[in-house]
């Protein structure tokens, strides 16, 4: 069940996010809880947040923020991860189905996102979904201790 993110969940949202199988691909470096908590409190201050809940624990959680003006008609999705202990549980397959439904229902048009060139598992599921390769940022992401850069993968679906 889809549900805005409040204060009370930051520790659940902290594990996952600090996951190794789930922290090379969010935009920060592992960090303890204290040092989370401003950049939790930016998620939740955004007022589009959301965590995916199943037996009464978050599963997962992603960012969709509507873009303004001419490109009203448009969300981006963002800072969206699955709990790794769940991979493969459908949990990814549900919580952007409920997402992608109620985007339509709020009658936009376009969904857009960046995923690491490197993060194939996400790359093959985006596809599954319909969202095509729109283009790419080279050398755009640099994680910590890594020698080279990685490319981002613009990725766009049309919700007609």
């Known amino acids: 069940m889809r549900r805005l993110a409040t204060p009370q969940d930051i520790e659940a949202v902290h ?12 935009t920060y470096e592992r960090m303890p809880l204290a040092d989370f908590r401003p950049v939790y ?7 589009v947040f959301f965590v995916w809940e199943l037996d009464g624990a978050i599963a997962g959680f992603y960012k969709a923020t509507r873009l303004p003006g001419r490109v009203s008609h448009v969300v981006q999705l963002g800072t969206l991860a699955v709990d790794p202990a769940r991979h493969g549980q ?4 549900a919580m952007l189905g409920d997402a992608l ?3 339509k229902a709020d009658g936009l048009r376009r969904d857009e996102l960046f ?3 490197d993060n194939t598992r996400g790359l093959h599921f985006y596809r599954k979904l319909g969202f095509a390769e729109e ?7 640099k994680r910590a201790g ?3 850069y990685v490319d981002e993968v613009v990725m766009g679906l049309l919700l007609r």
Do not use: K, M, N, T
């Open 90 to 93: 459908g949990v990814a397959q």
């Open 146 to 148: 890594d020698a080279h």
């Open 15 to 26: 594990a996952i996010y600090s996951h190794d199988a789930v922290l090379p691909y969010l």
């Open 115 to 117: 995923a690491e060139a």
């Open 135 to 141: 283009g790419r940022l080279r050398d755009f992401y």
């Open 41 to 47: 409190q930016a998620l939740l201050d955004s007022g």
């Open 101 to 103: 439904a109620r985007f």
